[in-house]
């Protein structure tokens, strides 16, 4: 009796997976087109330059894993299993305040990860968040955020040295590029952009995010690096006028308890 009560409740839950809602990515979409289109597939990677060798290496490692991530039906825009899936509890916002949009540039280690934080602006901010990852070639979204920071009408949240805290930005429309990945992979990010000027968050807010408000998943000795790149973002938002930033906090509360019950407790110990 016991086993024949557990395989039908095994049988009931694939059975709610299988009609969940399915959510779509149209940043997800656009950056499998720049995947498939850098593989270059028969041209022996030794034959090409630095930059072309880095973009077909990406695009290799990314469609290997996009493959593996399709093949297992996951959500394309959580990046959860689908039992696990927060997108209806995650609707898409509307005001991003005096940010124009934004560009979040991504360390191709992040892509499809549980406990990224930075998918949810992309799913926040569908028609306003664009997605960039580093070393790929052939993105429109690059070519986009490459065209505002030449004209200078983006600013780069980087605790830089010359970096102006967010207080002090006024009320200009303007482009935010957003670095997502670990801190090591974020300054590479950063040093790889043309300049554009950087801002950083105010010492208050860091502060009150270092004692655990808005820290990501995974672990980190320094504090204030355990912030996660959805709550950096939320408190910039929030100094340039947004209304709807302050939900962003709750979407990390649910997906993080999501990620938590698909990984269980010894996959989030380790140390970026």
């Not at 009560?5 to 087109?33: C, Y």
């Not at 973009?55 to 399709?70: H, K, T």
């Not at 605790?159 to 930005?169: C, K, N, R």
Request: with cysteine; aromatic share 4%; glycine share 6%.
């Amino acid at each position: 009796m016991h086993r024949a009560l557990l395989l039908l409740l095994v049988a009931g839950g694939r059975a709610l997976q299988r009609h969940r809602p399915t959510f779509s990515s149209p940043a997800l979409d656009e950056l499998e087109r720049a995947v498939d289109a850098s593989l270059l597939p028969g041209v022996p990677i030794e034959s090409l330059d630095g930059a072309a060798r880095e973009s077909v290496a990406v695009a290799r490692r990314l469609r290997a894993r996009m493959d593996s991530f399709a093949k297992n039906g996951d959500c394309r825009r959580c990046w959860l299993q689908r039992a696990h899936c927060v997108c209806d509890r995650c609707a898409p916002l509307g005001d991003l305040g005096s940010a124009r949009r934004l560009f979040v540039v991504m360390h191709h280690k992040e892509i499809l990860l549980a406990v990224d934080t930075a998918k949810l602006l992309l799913a926040a901010y569908p028609d306003r968040a664009r997605l960039v990852v580093g070393g790929l070639a052939g993105q429109p979204a690059e070519a986009e955020m490459l065209a505002s920071i030449a004209a200078g009408e983006a600013v780069v949240l980087f605790p830089s040295d010359d970096s102006v805290p967010a207080s002090a930005l006024d009320g200009t429309p303007r482009d935010v590029v957003v670095l997502d990945g670990t801190w090591s992979q974020a300054r590479k990010l950063y040093k790889r952009l043309p300049p554009a000027p950087a801002v950083r968050l105010d010492a208050a807010d860091v502060d009150e995010l270092a004692t655990g408000a808005g820290r990501q998943l995974r672990t980190h000795p320094t504090a204030w690096r355990e912030v996660s790149t959805l709550s950096a973002v939320r408190r910039l938002l929030t100094a340039l006028g947004s209304r709807t930033a302050g939900a962003l906090s709750g979407y990390q509360d649910v997906a993080d308890a999501a990620a938590r019950r698909q990984l269980g407790p010894p996959r989030l110990r380790q140390t970026t």
